[in-house]
């Protein structure tokens, strides 16, 4: 490798690296920002957090990496405008297109790194942090008891405490609703003071209660709640323990979660496609034989031009409609044979409606499956074209440093981002097929792309304004008299 390609790629591969850790971070916060509810307030393990930023921040590479490749590759060719080295290596007789070219190699490298990603790490990665996130949202808030307010976190209990002692464990005028036998309020406990702690597996909450009273409304039946029977006792200590084992994080396993659209690579997309592709003419060749089968068709045409005729049993009807001796006998001595077919007709109705249904869920099932398969191609496919567009917005702005190429670059990829959700939506709704809705922002910033690379390989000021205000001053100036 050349000395000038290694200075280039040294000068690429820095900002790169540092451009692609800052995505991933605001992304990241972005993603707590969104989850923050469904996680705040449940006393979740710190290890079982970093889990789930683990897996987010993977997931979010996907995102990260078209950015980062725009930012550096501004950033780079920022840097080398405003310092004019590459207006040296042009005065030594390099274009522009082949100081490009080690990056473009890089960035090629990057895509297929990228494109490796997404088709092979990405799916376990979205099957682990969706069966995390769900076990996650579904986690019920840990224990939490606060003064002069009811808790009824733990199942069939509500607790009340007047004063919590500053060292978290001691209680006073502790008050103990029983629901637990589903009755009301027939089970109370009020003690002066108490104690709380915990197993040491954290399974259970031990209150030991001091100098206190229950009541117990003995309901065994009709008559008791009549007579209401009661049971008042008077303690100097009572022990109870709760079964805290609600609060703990269940895992949920995850085969349930492995056949989602986002959780398979490029073949078993393919081999989704196809099974549902054979599954859906099936349908529609079987619904042709059902029909034909049944008589459904033969029955309902029949109907529609005779829904006035009286019918009996022996009649052409009956005959069309292929009823047996003993249906016949039955449609003529309970029912007409007018009353037989409507239901026939109705069956038929019911079978299409369902099968109509059926087909449309399959067809959505595979416009989902296409869409996460063109969705591993324009990942990588997008890295090249960003670099196309950052590049050489770098060498016509001559902007180095962060500030300058950063705001460009958010402005691009949010345009790219936008692009790219609204052709998915478009895909998921059937607006548009897959190929075009998933292809949508690649399809827009190519032209563009490929305009700046031109535009900054001829040397255009694409920027300077007054390269655009001077045609028209010379449009407008006062032409000389010829004496």
Known sequence: MKTLHKFMVRSFLGPFVATFFISVFILVMQFLWKYVDDLVGKGFEFIVIAKLLFYASAKLVALAMPLAILLSSMMTFGNLSEQYELVSMKSAGMSLKQIMKPLIYTTILISISAFYFSNNVLP??????????????????????????????????????????????SLEKILIYDHTQNNGNTKVIYADSGKMSFSNDKLYLILTLFRGNSYEEMLTDARSRITRPHMTNTFDTYTIYFDLSGFQLHRTDEDLFKNNFDMLTIAQLEDGIDSMYY?????????????????????????????????????????????????????????????????????????????????????????RYKIEWHRKFTLSFACIILFFIGAPLGAIIRKGGFGMPAIVSVIFFIIFHVLSITGEKLAKEAEVPPFQGMWLASCVLLPIGIFLTYKSTTDSALFDIDAYIEPIKKLFKPKNKIA
């Open 279 to 367: 599954k859906n003419v099936k349908r529609k060749s079987d619904f042709h034989k059902e029909i034909l089968k049944n008589y459904y068709a033969k029955s309902a045409q029949y109907i529609s031009h005779n829904d006035s005729l009286p019918i009996n049993p022996n009649s052409i009807l009956a005959k069309k409609i292929g009823l047996s001796p003993t249906q016949k006998k039955l449609a003529g001595s309970e029912m007409n044979i007018y009353e037989t077919a409507l239901n026939i007709a109705r069956s038929a109705k019911a079978y299409n409606e369902s099968l109509i249904n059926d087909i449309e869920m399959d067809e959505y099932a595979i416009a």
């Open 124 to 169: 376990i990665v979205n099957l682990k942090m969706n069966a995390l996130l769900y076990d996650l949202r579904e986690s019920k808030p840990a224990f939490n008891l606060k003064e002069k307010m009811f808790y009824s976190g733990i199942e069939g209990y509500s607790i009340r405490v007047e004063k919590k002692g500053k060292d978290g464990k």
